[in-house]
Structure formats: C-alpha cells, structure tokens
C-alpha cells in the first residue's frame, strides 16, 4: 500500500551536517502534513519539524535555526537539511505524513511511519 522510506542517516562529527530524506510510495491521492520526529536511548519520541501541504512549517526549539525541513510534492519527499549537529542531536529520527490512499475498494486516510534512520554525532 503505502510506504515511507528514509535515507541520509549516518555518523557525523560534531559541528557537522546531515541531509535527511524520506520518499512516499504507493496508491496516493493526497499527502498533507509531513514531519521528522526522533527518539534518544531512553528518552521519549520528540517533535523534531513539520511542514504542510502549503508549506507553513514549524520546529522544536531545540533545532530551531540549525535544521531546515522542506518538502518536494511531486516527488512525494520530506527533507530535513540539519546543520551544526550538536551530540544531543544523536537519535534515531522517523518521517511520518498524514496520506489519503486508495485502499482496496475505496480511499482512507491516516498516519504513515517510516522505519527510522540512525543520527550519530560525536563530540
């Protein structure tokens, strides 16, 4: 039906950048909000950004001014370009996007995951 795939993980050092991306597959009709969120070892899921269909986007205060997330609606991709990863940073880090889709015999709606990519930053 409907995938998420992310890519642009990896290992960085501290200081450095990380382009994230995350492609949207399937029996689409429409995608509306698109966002990145992550999760620390031992820590709670957090809101990282999100961004609309009409391209108004809002982040967590911990990334504001070093992560800019942004969206190509033809190619059905989220993108999050971080900038001065920070250790704290370290996470691994989920696109999810509310999808209308053709299910069957008729279209639904609701929340797709990706599978997560891993962000290391070393000090």
């Known amino acids: 039906q409907v995938q998420l795939v992310e890519s642009g993980g990896g290992l960085v050092q501290a200081g450095g950048s990380l382009r994230l991306s995350c492609a949207a597959s399937g029996r689409i009709l429409s995608i509306y909000t698109m966002g990145w969120y992550r999760q620390a070892p031992g820590k709670q899921r957090e809101l990282v950004a999100t961004i609309t269909d009409g391209g108004s986007t809002n982040y967590a205060d911990s990334v504001k001014g070093r992560f800019t997330i942004s969206r190509d609606n033809a190619k059905k991709t989220v993108y999050l370009q971080m900038n001065t990863l920070r250790p704290e940073d370290t996470a691994v880090y989920s696109c999810?996007?509310?999808?209308?889709?053709?299910?069957?015999?008729?279209?639904?709606?609701?929340?797709?995951w990706g599978q997560g990519t891993q962000v290391t930053v070393s000090s």
């Open positions: 999810n996007a509310d999808i209308t889709f053709w299910d069957s015999d008729r279209y639904r709606s609701r929340t797709h």
